[in-house]
């Protein structure tokens, strides 16, 4: 008997969250054990290590090469097939590690090699996203950042998993949004 092939798409799941274990992950982790067997996975915790500041140079000091955690996750990110941003939302936005990460996108594209752009193209961003009682007007923003992103890089955005949960563990009980995460990456 022959083994199937290993799916060639690469998951890089960035957590963003301020709380260890926290309902957005858990709500992802859920996501990704109906991923197809052979899927590749990465897991990173946006704060650990953390990104440095993000300084503009665009109109004045050009940009070096990224190093240390910066290089590692641009590394990581251009590895990737798919990137996945988990996060709960804090003040009707991204958490300040995944909006950080957006940033240093513009660094990264603005290597002189030229190949980060060129190379997201061809990746899909997803979000995960879990708030606390937002409505929908209040959530746009969040997962718009995402689209428009996805956009401007010319990816895909493949779409958003949403839950509700406030307490730790209380994701467990939003069952509609457990059972959204059994289909989300292979709808």
């Known amino acids: 008997m022959t083994e199937p092939a290993a799916d060639p798409r690469h998951f890089l799941f960035l957590i963003a969250s301020a709380r260890p ?56 990110t251009l590895a990737a097939t798919d990137i996945v941003i988990v996060a709960p939302i804090y003040w009707y936005g991204l958490p300040a590690p995944a909006k950080l990460y957006l940033d240093h996108w513009s660094h990264w594209m603005r290597l002189p090699d030229g190949a980060f752009k060129p190379a997201m193209a061809q990746k899909r961003l997803w979000g995960v996203i879990v708030h606390s009682g937002s409505t929908a007007e209040e959530i746009a923003p969040t997962v718009d950042c995402l689209r428009f992103s996805a956009r401007y890089m010319k990816m895909p955005y493949a779409g958003t998993l949403l839950g509700y949960a406030n307490a730790p563990g209380e994701i467990l009980a939003d069952t509609e949004a457990l059972a959204q995460a059994r289909t989300f990456f292979t709808a």
């Open 21 to 76: 274990n926290g309902n957005s992950e858990t709500l992802a982790r859920a996501a990704a054990e109906a991923l197809p067997a052979g899927t590749q996975q990465s897991w990173r915790n946006l704060s650990d290590p953390a990104l440095p500041p993000f300084h503009d140079r665009r109109h004045g000091d050009h940009y070096g090469p990224p190093e240390g955690t910066a290089a590692a996750l641009m590394a990581d």
